[in-house]
């Protein structure tokens, strides 16, 4: 059998196969697969931290969500409103719900909870592929790389969120090594938009991470600013970061103003926004103080 002719499928196809040999980063990333596989015989469940435990976010909360999400785009119409309890409730307001954050449209393309589940595998794996490429960029060896990525999806508290059903939690918390990665990015001159996307997008999975990502994002600023050879301001007020994330997370954001007394686990908000961060409790205390809200 004669040898494939240049320019070939079969030639382009171990080319490419070639190339993956000799890129460490891609088997990184296809290793960083491993570890997670011990989610796939319960992919079709739900989470529980133990055999006792009768509840889980993730049945409870997002599954009933997602459903109905699910069941209003096959319908044909975008779920701004929920008629499923007492007069009606906000639906798209609820950052729980994810109808503003493009990924989780992925999970409702899939049998629910299985969607939910394969989302959460993915973000874990991705997270893990940030840290691993944050520390290639670096100068890292690939096998450092590869263990802190895998520490990274083996953290005891992303299990235990996992169990707990805090799915939107997992997908945030999952986009902060690439919001540290987009800030690189911007220091080279590579991507200026990154920074902007990736806050964006952590406030959009869940808001109550976005402020610890925001201050970890400060501080890198702080670490990297040239403030301390040549008194420049710590920030350069040319960043698009803050200003096209907040913009980016409008959707989100907006809500959070008008209706500042639910918290993202209560659709009636009866237990109030105790849940949210300290911060976003005094905006809507501030809010309510100044007659804006009732």
């Known amino acids: 059998m004669s040898p494939p002719q240049k320019g070939s499928l079969f030639s382009r196809v171990g080319g490419v196969v070639g190339k993956a040999r000799q890129t460490p980063s891609v088997w990184i990333a296809l290793a960083l697969f491993v570890p997670l596989l011990v989610f796939v015989p319960g992919m079709k469940g739900f989470p529980y931290p133990n055999a006792e435990a009768p509840y889980s976010d993730a049945a409870i909360a997002h599954y009933p969500k997602a459903l109905y999400f699910q069941r209003a785009l096959a319908q044909g119409r975008w779920p701004l409103w929920s008629p499923q309890i007492l007069s ?30 394969i989302l959460a595998f993915l973000h874990l794996w991705w997270g893990g592929v940030g840290v691993a490429w944050l520390l290639r960029r670096q100068g890292f060896h690939p096998s450092v790389a590869l263990w802190a990525g895998w520490g990274f999806e083996l953290l005891p508290k992303s299990f235990a969120h996992f169990g707990a059903g805090h799915l939107s939690l997992i997908y945030s918390v999952a986009w902060t090594p690439w919001l540290l990665l987009a800030a690189q990015w911007r220091r080279e001159r590579r991507y200026d938009w990154g920074e902007a996307l990736v806050l964006a997008l952590t406030f959009l999975a869940d808001p109550r991470w976005s402020l610890y990502a925001g201050l970890l994002w400060a501080a890198e600023q702080f670490a990297r600013s040239p403030w301390r050879e040549s008194g420049k301001c710590l920030f350069n007020l040319r960043q698009t970061g803050p200003g096209g994330g907040l913009f980016g997370s409008a959707p989100s954001v907006a809500p959070l103003g008008v209706h500042p ?8 908000g ?6 949210l961060p300290a911060p976003t409790q005094g905006f809507g205390a501030v809010l309510r103080r100044l007659g804006r809200v009732p």
């Open 261 to 268: 007394p639910f918290q993202p686990g209560s659709d009636d």
């Open 270 to 275: 009866a237990r109030g926004y105790g849940s």
């Open 88 to 117: 009606g409730a906000p639906f798209a307001a609820n950052p729980l719900a994810g109808v503003w954050y493009p990924p989780h449209w992925l999970a409702l393309a899939f049998p629910l909870p299985l969607g939910l589940n």
